[in-house]
T-cell receptor
Framework: AQSVTQLGSHVSVSEGALVLLRCNYSSSVPPYLFWYVQYPNQGLQLLLKYTSAATLVKGINGFEAEFKKSETSFHLTKPSAHMSDAAEYFCAVSDFGNEKLTFGTGTRLTIIP | EAQVTQNPRYLITVTGKKLTVTCSQNMNHEYMSWYRQDPGLGLRQIYYSMNVEVTDKGDVPEGYKVSRKEKRNFPLILESPSPNQTSLYFC???????????????FGEGSRLTVL
């Protein structure tokens, strides 16, 4: 069965510092990978997705993620954190042809002024 | 505006009192799904529907029912709610896979349910 692991349930970074949120997947075939963001009292919004077109994927709000097959990873980064980035972030995976999207347990990002 | 709409957004109820959380999407999506979100557990799928009259269990279906009589609606029914069903619930939809669709889900705003 598909699974995805997010290392670190809570991450704190200073405003202006690099943001790095980690995600590792277990799929044995090249998957589709997603990062979603959840702001307080809101639903989940797609940040970016990997669908095999390019290993470095750029998303909204300055975020990007790199697919590394050898490491089965899809870490999310942003060069300079902003206060508005404070939210919970979810990594998700699906195989091509698999109807289910499997989510990680989430990482809460706190930005320190 | 393309959206998934859930109601109610907030609900406090008591053990055993039947309730329904409605979900409606205006994007003509075939696939719809319900998730629950709990601290430390992420999102877990309750039920999903591939199309009208086609539903199937997800990972945590116990205590829930669904129906899909119309393409746009996918209500979640708790026949006899219990405190362990206190959670944040999300409805989501997407088009059928293929034809350029890659499984991205579109989410509603969430329904926070408390069962006393």
């Amino acid at each position: 069965a598909q699974s995805v692991t997010q290392l670190g349930s809570h991450v704190s970074v200073s405003e202006g510092a690099l943001v790095l949120l980690r995600c590792n997947y277990s799929s044995s075939v090249p998957p589709y990978l997603f990062w979603y963001v959840q702001y307080p009292n809101q639903g989940l919004q797609l940040l970016l997705k990997y669908t095999s077109a390019a290993t470095l994927v750029k998303g909204i709000n300055g975020f990007e993620a790199e697919f590394k097959k050898s490491e089965t990873s899809f870490h999310l980064t942003k060069p300079s954190a902003h206060m508005s980035d404070a939210a919970e972030y979810f990594c998700a995976v699906s195989d091509f042809g698999n109807e289910k999207l499997t989510f990680g347990t989430g990482t809460r990002l706190t930005i320190i002024p | 505006e393309a959206q998934v709409t859930q109601n109610p957004r907030y609900l406090i109820t008591v053990t055993g009192k039947k309730l329904t959380v409605t979900c409606s999407q205006n994007m003509n999506h075939e696939y719809m799904s319900w998730y629950r979100q709990d601290p430390g557990l992420g999102l877990r799928q309750i039920y999903y529907s591939m199309n009208v009259e086609v539903t199937d269990k997800g990972d945590v279906p116990e205590g829930y029912k669904v129906s899909r009589k119309e393409k746009r609606n996918f209500p979640l029914i708790l026949e006899s709610p219990s405190p362990n069903q206190t959670s944040l619930y999300f409805c989501a939809s997407r088009p059928t896979l293929g034809q350029g669709n890659t499984g991205e889900l579109f989410f509603g705003e969430g329904s926070r349910l408390t069962v006393l």
